[in-house]
């Protein structure tokens, strides 16, 4: 079940095509908490980890298999999960892959990151395909 703040702030970023141009362009989990605050919404470290967890699971859900299976394997163990969390390009990530048994290509990667985009509200995996380059 989803408390007061996160659904106000669910309800606030359906409602206004600002507030998700000022989303996009977040670059750090505080960055996000002060943007929060500035929409009169004070998050909870519950409140922010309940928000967190459901964009990956949105994200996850549309995902196709090969990629769902690929970060719900990666995210799975904590070595190769935080190996993922420093990739720095593209290259890195199918590089990981491949040691996982998976062959990703670029465009996988790309849809992967339109998927996290086209998800409302703010989340890890937009943040960590920003960093890779993938989205703006």
């Known amino acids: 079940m989803l408390s007061n ?3 106000a702030f669910n309800d606030k970023v359906a409602a206004s095509p600002t507030l998700r141009t000022k ?3 977040i670059t750090t989990p505080l960055n996000f908490l002060a943007l929060a605050k500035s929409e009169g919404l004070d998050f909870t470290g519950e409140d922010f980890q309940i928000l967190v967890q459901q964009a990956y699971q949105q994200w996850i859900e549309k995902l196709e298999p090969k990629m769902s299976g690929f970060f719900s394997q990666i995210h ?5 999960d ?5 990739c720095q390009s593209s290259h ?3 590089e990981l892959a491949q040691e996982c048994g ?3 290509s670029e ?3 790309q849809r992967a990151a339109m998927v996290a985009e086209a998800i409302p509200g703010f989340s890890f995996e937009k943040l960590w395909f920003r960093g890779l380059g993938l989205i703006s």
């Open 76 to 80: 799975g163990k904590k070595e190769l």
């Open 5 to 7: 703040s996160v659904q």
């Open 82 to 86: 935080n190996r993922l969390k420093v």
């Open 23 to 25: 989303l996009r362009s």
């Open 102 to 104: 998976v062959n990703l």
């Open 92 to 94: 890195d990530v199918i």
């Open 107 to 109: 465009n996988d990667l």
